[in-house]
């Protein structure tokens, strides 16, 4: 329908100038100016020529002043547009040269600079080129909106990299009732890294209350504050309440029994640890379990070692479960039974923890000979030292 309307207008038009064209050659006109003492006289035909061309004169230097420059910052813009958007995509293949240059180049065209000089910097700081995040970082402070974010992703970073100065600045901002997501999000991770656990608590409650961060990140989050908060009891009460806090499935990971067995260590307990290790031994075995079953304090030794050894009917050649029943045995006034046990053990893996609990039983029995030789074996099997066979040979005899 378009095409009929544009033909039907060059068909009008057609006719109005050859309408126009009939009359001029009827009779051309006359036109007469007199200005300044200047006069002029011709014909209305020149004037319309005169007109075109001063029409078409000004068209040209409006394309050359105005749409040529326009046109050519278009398309400066759409290149970086282009460039930041191929910088991305490639930084998400982790072709992180090549991503930083085209980052770097998108940044000369103002719409685009920020964002790229900002993505450039995370680049540079996954690459470990940390001279030229400050340098990028410094450009980007420049750009107005980047007076505030680039010295606070320079803070982060550097508090990431251990910088004590960083550290304190971030805790500053952390203080701040207007912390930002980051900043909160960083503090978090310091405050789970060294052992804060109150602190790591307040800070998960404001970035649970921000709402700027996914409710699976949050609960990711939130479970590694109660691990912390597990590890770390001031007491056998908060023990016991940190415990309750995780569901059936997650007392079976074993980061949260280790963090258990770390904090039933700390405060003392009645077998909380080695219970749980048990249930989540006998619903689905592994050695890493088996490992950590052998490090459990063991409250009541007599009804562990019965536990242990019905585990142990199951997975016969377990070195954790013979390690932790020589342990259990140790405890319980056995040294014969947890010597059987820990020498079957060390058959089976020169661990070092092994190596130490043979010297610990070898010691029970008064052969301090052989314990002093599990001792250093043990700090050797622990530096990934080789072991000589013929030693190993003196402890198995």
Avoid at 271 to 282: P, R
Avoid at 291 to 316: C, D, F, N, V, W
Wanted: hydrophobic share 50%; glycine share 8%.
């Amino acid at each position: 329908m378009r095409w009929i309307l544009k033909l039907g207008l060059y068909l009008a038009l057609a006719v109005a100038v050859a309408f126009l064209g009939y009359l001029l050659r009827r009779d051309a006109g006359f036109v007469y100016l007199r200005f300044q003492g200047w006069e002029i006289e011709t014909s209305v035909v020149f004037v319309l020529l005169a007109a075109l061309l001063v029409g078409v004169l000004a068209l040209s230097l409006y394309v050359v002043l105005v749409r040529w420059p326009r046109r050519w910052g278009g398309w400066r813009r759409s290149r970086a547009g282009a460039r930041l958007d191929q910088g991305l995509v490639l930084a998400q293949e982790d072709r992180l040269h090549d991503a930083l240059r085209e980052l770097l180049a998108a940044s000369a065209q103002p719409a685009q600079r920020l964002s790229a000089l900002l993505s450039a910097a995370h680049i540079a700081n996954r690459r470990g080129e940390y001279g030229l995040v400050e340098e990028i970082l410094r450009n980007a402070s420049e750009v107005e909106r980047g007076t505030d974010i680039a010295p606070l992703l320079s803070e982060v970073w550097r508090a990431q990299r251990g910088e004590e100065s960083a550290r304190m600045a971030l805790a500053t901002r952390a203080a701040a009732a207007d912390a930002s997501p980051l900043v909160l999000r960083a503090q978090l991770e310091d405050a789970l890294a060294n052992g804060r656990g109150e602190e790591a608590v307040g800070l998960l409650e404001r970035l649970r209350a921000a709402r700027q961060i996914g409710d699976r990140e949050i609960a990711q989050l939130e479970r590694r504050v109660m691990i912390l908060a597990l590890g770390a009891p001031g007491s056998r009460e908060e023990l016991a309440a940190s415990w309750k806090r995780f569901a059936r499935e997650e007392r079976r990971d074993p980061a949260v029994l280790e963090a258990l067995v770390s904090g039933e260590r700390r405060v003392g307990g009645d077998g909380l640890a080695v219970e749980a290790i048990e249930k989540a031994l006998g619903a689905e075995y592994s050695d890493a379990l088996a490992e950590l079953y052998a490090t459990a304090p063991a409250a009541q030794p007599s009804a562990r070692i019965r536990k242990a050894e019905a585990l142990l009917g199951k997975h016969p050649q377990s070195a954790g479960l013979l390690r932790a029943l020589a342990a259990f045995c140790r405890h319980g006034g056995l040294p014969g039974k947890a010597l059987d046990y820990i020498r079957h053990a060390l058959s089976l893996s020169a661990s070092p923890a092994t190596l130490a609990e043979f010297a610990r039983v070898a010691a029970e029995h008064g052969d301090e000979e052989r314990a002093r030789l599990a001792w250093r074996l043990s700090a050797q099997a622990a530096l990934g030292e080789a072991l000589a066979s013929e030693e190993l040979s003196r402890l198995l005899r």
